[in-house]
């Protein structure tokens, strides 16, 4: 598209511009079809302007979209409910795995070596979901991307 913005001159491109947007005169936008109409190049840089015209347009639609979801995530219930579901979450996770180890650790038909072995890979698991959960904590008062839309 480049190539053909520079093939043509800046005040072709400005009536072509405004023929899409509906801001020329009858006379104008008589003119500009003409012109694209026998002119190959002008038609092509239409074409390309009627199309990205169109993708800014369905652009601005998505926007829309996204701002109506986030609208729906930040209502009050919906992150009072988030913030319930991640605690039992991360409260049963919690609970699982200690009850799990506690299980292991003390059934005496298991043996040391295997305790030890899911005793680390519990402890592990543990560690790594507090220290997770930690960060996110840590990073939601000091976010600087925190409201940046994707």
């Known amino acids: 598209m480049i190539d053909s913005v520079n093939q043509i001159s800046d005040e072709k491109f400005e009536k072509l511009s405004g023929y899409l947007d509906g ?6 936008a008589q003119k500009v079809a003409l012109q694209i109409e026998s ?3 002008y038609k092509l840089l239409y074409q390309e302007l009627s199309t990205m015209r169109t993708e800014i347009q369905s652009l601005s ?3 829309q979209e996204l701002e109506h979801l986030e609208k729906l995530f930040e209502e009050p219930v919906a992150k009072t409910s ?3 579901g991640f605690a039992l979450l991360t409260l049963s996770a919690i609970g699982i795995v200690a009850y ?3 299980k292991i650790f003390t059934n005496p038909e298991i043996g040391l070596l295997e305790k030890v072995l899911v005793g680390a890979m519990g402890g592990g698991s543990l560690l790594l979901l507090i220290s997770v959960i930690r ?3 840590i990073s939601l008062k000091s976010d600087k991307y925190r409201r940046v839309k994707i």
């Open 39 to 41: 002119d190959p190049e």
């Open 82 to 84: 988030r913030i319930f």
């Open 100 to 102: 799990t180890l506690f």
């Open 23 to 28: 801001e020329l005169t009858q006379q104008e």
């Open 135 to 137: 960060q996110r904590l």
């Open 61 to 63: 639609l998505q926007q």
